[in-house]
């Protein structure tokens, strides 16, 4: 079998996975907190050839014995990018922005009944009835995940208010026609390490381990705006905008073409191959 | 068995020439193609195929004298073959590529004035260490794993000017000590392990050594910041319109010497099965 056949062959397959993730990227360029993607590459062990090993008899050598000859090239990484996305204002009382990389909400599943707080950047929330008590509404994302204050508490209010408004610092106040009203301290999550964020879909992420190892080696951090304690950093909350998706259209265009290129290209290695082992073939006819 | 001194013998040795040439030439079709498929491989560096005739032979002519005493008569010199030599690397800069990943670096050789000692230019490398063996790499595309070590993709650990493991501080944004970089003016030395990485296997004195500690740094008085990017990456130095060229002439040269191989086959052909036929 001509190797080149093999080595074309396989990279094309993984060049294949790199067009998904950038088609990904592109079909949530309108995702709100959607974050992107990068793909990387490296090339595949090489296997080396013994030709020649007596080295008196290897005249006008450069490199030591020996041929190594690489295999193609492999996907070895996909990065997430955490570049704050543009604001986008949308007047809506529901919509919140995280001003600040890193930060995420806090979320948790209202159905599966599991204790694991999954993070999102996606702020165009609803009010979901409580199934527990009629009267009540439960705060929540897009796609029904219950929204954590800083006691890890979901945030239930009794319907009918007048104002909802969310300050900066992410207090939560719900005034009522009779004057009363309730507040809401929204927990974040810092998360210095973006590659360890399990994107699990729904524009939700996981951080798949133990939550207090997390801590205690600085990868997470919870943060309760309010009490000012954000290590000196400049992260706030917006009410009535939304963060839009930090994919760049113009970059995804272009690594979709060069892409696309390398993979024309690994076709036509291929089937320079197929004609080569159809020469070797037909030596003889 | 005259014939075959005379005849058939010479006539095989054409039959493996071209064998040879074919063989070659699908050898370095397999390089060409490597290095395309590497045309996306930050830090990539480009091979390039030496071909070389294999070595030359005398050749006599076996002359007979009437006492059937055998006189030779030397005819000239002949290569009888071809063979892929060697796979060059080509250490010729890459571009830089903006990525805005703080984990991302790039080395820069063009910052690097000629060596006034050698009249050579240097070429610029990150120390990783897999197991016990330092390796070198171009692909500064790195990451912290899990124990919060900064390592290549791979998993290897990226080196520190000490030359040790290095340790990211997550507190806020990560923060990373000044990398190793070595210098070196072999960089033909470097044999590929693959994942980027190179091995050193020359002269164990002539190995990278660390670029501040050169008479080359110290006495241009360069600074780090001009040789090394973060927030970068180098493309792969694979240029792809002439790897495609040059993909396009071994095919035809294999395809030229699958015809040479074709016309010895058919003389043979003749050879046997038609001289002396009776009619």
Excluded: C
Excluded at chain 1, 61 to 87: D, Y
């Amino acid at each position: 079998m001509n190797p080149s056949l093999l080595t074309a062959a396989s990279t094309l397959s993984q060049l294949q996975r790199k067009m998904d993730i950038v088609s990904n990227n592109i079909a949530n360029v309108n995702t709100p907190g959607y974050k992107g993607r990068q793909a990387s590459f490296h090339d595949v062990l090489s296997q080396t050839v013994v030709n020649q090993m007596n080295q008196p008899e290897e005249i006008g050598r450069v490199t030591p014995l020996g041929v190594r000859m690489g295999l193609g090239a492999k996907l070895s990484a996909t990065s997430i990018s955490i570049t704050q996305g543009n604001e986008v204002v949308t007047d809506r009382d529901l919509d919140l922005m995280i001003n600040g990389v890193s930060t995420w909400f806090r979320t948790r599943s209202l159905t599966d009944g599991s204790d694991e707080v999954t993070y999102t950047r996606h702020g165009a929330l609803q009010l979901l009835p409580n199934p527990g008590n009629g009267n009540e509404v439960i705060l929540t994302t897009a796609d029904g995940r219950s929204l954590l204050d800083v006691n890890d508490q979901s945030i239930m209010f009794v319907a009918g208010y007048e104002r909802l408004a969310v300050n900066e610092q992410g207090t939560l106040q719900v005034a009522y026609p009779t004057g009363q009203s309730l507040t809401f301290q929204l927990s974040l999550a810092k998360i210095t390490r973006p590659d360890l964020l399990e994107s699990i879909g729904d524009s939700q992420f996981r951080l798949n381990g133990n939550v207090d190892d997390f801590v205690n080696n600085g990868t997470l951090a919870l943060l309760d705006l309010s009490n000012g304690n954000v290590n000196g950093e400049n992260i706030s909350i917006k009410q009535g905008s939304l963060e839009t998706s930090n994919v760049e259209l113009t970059h995804e265009m272009t690594e979709l073409m060069t892409t696309q290129r390398a993979i024309q290209f690994q076709g036509r290695a291929i089937s320079m191959a197929d004609q080569m082992m159809g020469l070797a073939n037909s030596i003889r006819g | 068995m005259e014939s075959t001194r005379y005849g058939v013998g010479r006539m095989f040795r054409g039959v493996y020439t071209s064998a040879s040439g074919m063989i070659a030439n699908e050898r370095k079709q397999q390089m060409l193609t490597n290095n395309l498929a590497n045309a996306l491989t930050p830090g990539f560096k480009q091979e390039l195929a030496a071909l070389r005739g294999f070595p030359e032979m005398l050749i006599h002519q076996q002359k007979e004298f009437p006492a059937s005493l055998p006189i030779q008569e030397p005819i000239g010199t002949l290569h009888t073959g071809v063979y892929l030599q060697e796979g060059i690397p080509s250490f010729i800069q890459g571009d830089l590529q903006e990525t805005g990943k703080n984990t991302d670096f790039a080395l820069n050789d063009l910052a690097l004035p000629v060596n006034p000692a050698t009249q050579q230019s240097g070429r610029l490398f990150f120390a990783v260490q897999r197991g016990e063996e330092i390796l070198y790499t171009r692909n500064g595309e790195f990451t912290v794993n899990p124990d919060g070590m900064l390592t290549t993709s791979d998993g290897d650990f990226v080196l520190d000017e000490a030359l040790q493991p290095i340790a990211v501080e997550t507190e806020s944004n990560p923060v990373i000590p000044p990398l190793w970089i070595g210098y070196t003016e072999n960089p033909e030395q470097l044999t590929r392990v693959g994942h980027g990485v190179f091995r050193w296997q020359g002269d164990a004195n002539e190995q990278p050594q660390l670029l501040q500690n050169t008479a080359l740094f110290i006495d241009n008085g360069l600074d780090l910041s001009m040789v090394i990017k973060q927030g970068h990456l180098e493309r792969s130095n694979v240029d792809t319109t002439a790897t495609m060229t040059e993909m396009i002439t071994t095919f035809r040269l294999y395809e030229a010497n699958q015809k040479v191989l074709q016309a010895y086959d058919r003389t043979l052909e003749k050879t046997a099965n038609d001289i002396g036929r009776v009619y």
